[in-house]
């Protein structure tokens, strides 16, 4: 196989709504996700902060957002979280600003390249173009790489003496998330090993990162890469995805291909919900209409209070070393698998 084949299957969708497209990302600005109890925002009051990075040795521009409990009591576990093709840094903002509520930095980059500017100002009938086009092998390796200089930019900051987020930030509690193309930047922070021709492997892992939640996630097509691509993982995961979750730019991938780097992931601490009925547009956080090409949006709200709790106390577990929060992952009976029921198959090992 080719690297460049490999990496070419990495594209998240366009939806058509009322005539235009609209891309699956994230919307602060959008009401946050009717919620139980256990989902709504925790005791912190968050702030926002924009960030214009720039890597002289890449030449490079990384814009990004981040959301940061105002007051409280530091350092804070920090996440960095990546978007999906076609995204921004204001994408995901319910995602952010709940983790932040919940004592935890949340650092919003945006990939130049695969961001939004692979679909602004293009023709409607040139808009699945764009997105492929954008889906490159160039993309993708930039993507890892923009992940571990907001991390270097971190530890910068972290150290400054004049920075409101100076010393707010614990950078040995650092955690990994993303959606689609950001999953697959994701898995590629936490280890993933891509083979190129002549045997041999390239990795983009950062041991920096900690733990790891890949949403939407898709393995390579060629089955004998997704036996190694996986092996030297070995930080927790949580991956989520749903029966619906698949793509009209991925042509001939189905949604159980998700399961995939779940299912090939070794060791233990690893977790898999599948929503039933799920899409590929329930982890955007964005609003749509009653009706969408991929599913029934009805249950957005539904899915997405479950995804705040889970993911929440995903972090709570492996970033703040909890052990109920690690038990209740795990518990047969009051813990998240009594939680999701019938709105999600979940598995963990």
Known sequence: MTFRNYALTLVLPVTILFGRPEIVVGDESAAPPTAETSAKPGPYAVATRLVDWFDESRDRKVPAKIYYPESGEGPFPVIVFSHGLGGSREGYGYLGRHWASQGYVSVHPQHLGSDDTAWRGVALRDVMATMQKAANVENFIARPKDVSFVI????????????????????????????????????????????????????????????????????????????????????????????????????????????????????????????????????????????????????????????????????????????????WLTAESGGLKERLGDEADYRWK
């Not at 994701?186 to 983009?204: C, H, K, N, V, W």
């Not at 090939?264 to 039933?276: A, D, S, V």
Request: no cysteine.
């Open 152 to 327: 270097d930019q971190l530890e910068k900051l972290n150290a400054a003496e004049d920075d409101p987020l100076a010393g707010n930030l614990d950078l040995k509690r650092v955690g990994m998330a993303g959606h689609s193309f950001g999953a697959r930047t994701t898995m590629a922070i936490a280890g993933e090993i891509y083979a190129l021709p002549g045997g041999r492997e390239i990795s983009f892992g950062d041991a920096r990162v900690k733990a790891a939640i890949a949403m939407s996630p898709m393995p390579s097509q060629i089955v004998a890469q997704q036996e190694i691509a996986y092996q030297r993982i070995t930080i927790p995961t949580m991956h989520l995805t749903g029966t619906l979750d698949t793509s009209p730019i991925e042509k001939g991938r189905t949604a159980a291909e998700r399961l995939v780097p779940y299912e090939k992931t070794p060791g233990e601490h690893h977790y898999l919900i599948n929503f039933q009925g799920g899409d590929h547009m329930i982890f955007s956080g964005r609003p749509r209409g009653l009706r969408d090409i991929l599913g029934d949006p009805s249950k957005d709200a539904a899915f997405q209070s479950l995804i705040l709790q889970a993911t929440t106390a995903f972090w709570d577990a492996w970033l703040k070393d909890s052990a109920e929060s690690r038990a």
